[in-house]
């Protein structure tokens, strides 16, 4: 090639010189990007999983003035997103010496005397008094019992002529001439859903106690008794969250074993819906696309936070009534991801998305309403945002776009409007962060299930979860919720179903816990 530059004449040799010239610029353009791309997956295989915390840079490096002083300033050293419906911080306090145990737990008094020649006073030779006790208290564990409950139904007859033979009818059970009562049932459904236990697992428990139940068995049990809670799924659904102001929606993989569609285990996904106060609804689907939220959206109106997946697009342009917010977190990861490769730009941005983070701590601290809130992200957190706009349009310039830190700039400049948004609704999240606090037991229990035994199993999956999940957001206790609803439904008016969904499930018994503190 050389020799060929030499003979050319100099117009020639100069035009080949800029096209190797732009060849060579493009290789190490290419190059550079490649070696970020092996730190940044080198990084994920080896380095820290946690977002918390960002490097220390050297004082005068980043080239943005800190935030004005203010109000928040003390609370944003430490910008990891924190849910907001966590414990305040006045209750996460470290506790010093023994809590205390519950009072609603069974006792049982057991007293220690001493002997009766103690109990006698050899100085007077008197019987001693009891002036007083001690008591010292002790947390014993007694194993899970099982229970055979008779149903007696005696017959009655005409003692002359033997007729009209009468005989009580058999009070309504949870599965039809089936032998588990609701008090297993709902252990069945929590050791699966909430404790993560595979039914194989469960199994070997109940022989140790002597009992024998087949996973398969117990499998069914579960089909069952999601087939009967099914109706207070779709209430939670129809009249809670498509009722709720905002929505959060996220998905995570789920693998199902379906023989009638392929020998080999196929993956799913399963969706999380998410409303206030707490409510979770759960969908699978088989495939990412968008039937999924475009079924479970329809005639919604409201806020809609997603984490900018293509997924969420058919939804935002079909249905004119929902708005999307985006997810601070998403943002905030991809800089973090792409710290080892620009530490620097990397650091700047997170910097200022911490002192976001920072305004939101502020105001759950001091629990401020929906319109407080808002104001206080109008006064604060807006000019931050407006910064990090202007910085970040400053350093794409400069970026590569294949780059991990051109990805993370164009994910937020992309998505901007979606990412402020929570600035102009004071019941909004900064993040989707609850979404994905929903999907952990998910994926918690798919480690230990590995997969669903049918597309059947899947669906009943997401029933189920919806129940457990929901109670736990409620703050109450699943399994009280599963025996007493599931004792009680087949007999509860169709009509009336709402009633027996988590919030309204939980209201009377709150009613009377207040009237009876008063």
């Keep these: 090639m050389w020799w060929n530059v030499a003979a050319a004449s100099g117009a020639e040799a ?3 010189l800029d096209e190797l010239s732009n060849e060579i610029d493009r290789l190490n353009k290419e190059n550079a990007a490649l070696r970020q791309r ?62 205390r145990l519950p009072d609603d737990l069974p006792r049982e008094r057991i007293e220690v005397v001493p002997p009766a020649s103690a109990r006698h006073c050899t100085t007077c030779d008197t019987a001693k008094v009891r002036i007083g006790s001690d008591i010292t208290e002790e947390l014993d564990y007694v194993p899970a019992s099982f229970v055979i409950r008779e149903y007696v139904r005696p017959k009655y007859a005409c003692g002359r002529c033997q007729q009209g033979v009468v005989q009580a009818v058999l009070p309504a059970r949870p599965i039809k ?60 659904h129809r009249e809670q969250v498509r009722q709720s102001p905002w929505i959060q929606c996220d998905d995570t993989t789920l693998d199902v074993q379906d023989p009638s569609r392929a020998p080999e285990i196929r993956t799913g996904h399963l969706w999380v819906y998410r409303g206030e106060p707490g409510e979770v609804v759960y969908d699978f689907t088989w495939s990412r696309n968008r039937d999924g939220p ?68 502020a105001a759950s601290d001091g629990h401020l309403d929906a319109p407080a809130r808002q104001c206080l992200r109008q006064k604060q957190a807006r000019p931050m945002l407006e910064k990090l706009h202007a910085y970040l349009q400053e350093q794409q310039a400069a970026a590569l776009p294949k780059s991990p830190l051109g990805a993370a700039i164009g994910y937020a400049l992309r998505n901007w409007v979606a990412l402020t948004r929570y600035t102009e609704d004071g019941r909004l999240k900064i993040d989707n962060n609850g979404a994905e606090q929903a999907l952990r037991p998910i994926v918690l229990g798919r480690k230990n299930w590995l997969f669903a035994g049918s597309e ?60 009876t503190a008063a």
């Design 456 to 515: 059947a199993a899947a669906h009943r999956t997401a029933i189920l979860c919806s129940l457990v999940q929901t109670c736990k957001h409620l703050q109450i206790n699943p399994f009280v919720y599963l025996r007493d609803v599931i004792e009680r439904v087949s007999t509860h008016p169709a009509r009336l179903v709402l009633e027996l969904t988590p919030r309204e499930w939980k209201r009377p018994r709150l009613d009377s816990g207040a009237q």
């Design 294 to 361: 475009l079924k479970m959206l329809a005639g919604y109106r409201g806020y809609l936070q997603v984490d900018a997946a293509p997924a969420y697009d058919d939804v935002f342009a079909q249905y004119n009534g929902i708005i999307e917010v985006g997810c601070m977190a998403h943002a905030r990861r991809y800089f973090k991801e792409a710290m080892p490769t620009a530490a620097v730009p990397c650091a700047q941005a997170l910097a200022i998305i911490g002192q976001l983070y920072g305004i939101e701590r």
């Design 14 to 16: 100069q035009a080949v």
């Design 177 to 236: 001439k089936g032998r588990p009562g609701p008090g297993l049932l709902a252990h069945v459904v929590i050791s699966k859903y909430a404790d993560h236990l595979p039914l194989y697992r469960l199994e070997q428990i109940f022989e140790r106690h002597g009992v024998q139940v087949t996973r398969r068995t117990l499998s069914e049990w579960n089909g069952a008794v999601a087939d009967l809670l099914e109706p207070i799924v779709r209430a939670i």
């Design 38 to 99: 092996v730190q940044l997956l080198t990084h994920r295989l080896f380095g820290r999983r946690s977002e918390k915390g960002v490097p220390v840079i050297e004082q005068g490096v980043l080239p943005l003035e800190p935030a004005a002083a203010g109000p928040v300033q003390a609370a944003t050293t430490d910008e990891s997103p924190r849910d907001e419906t966590a414990e305040p911080a006045s209750l996460r306090r470290r506790h010093h010496g023994r809590r």
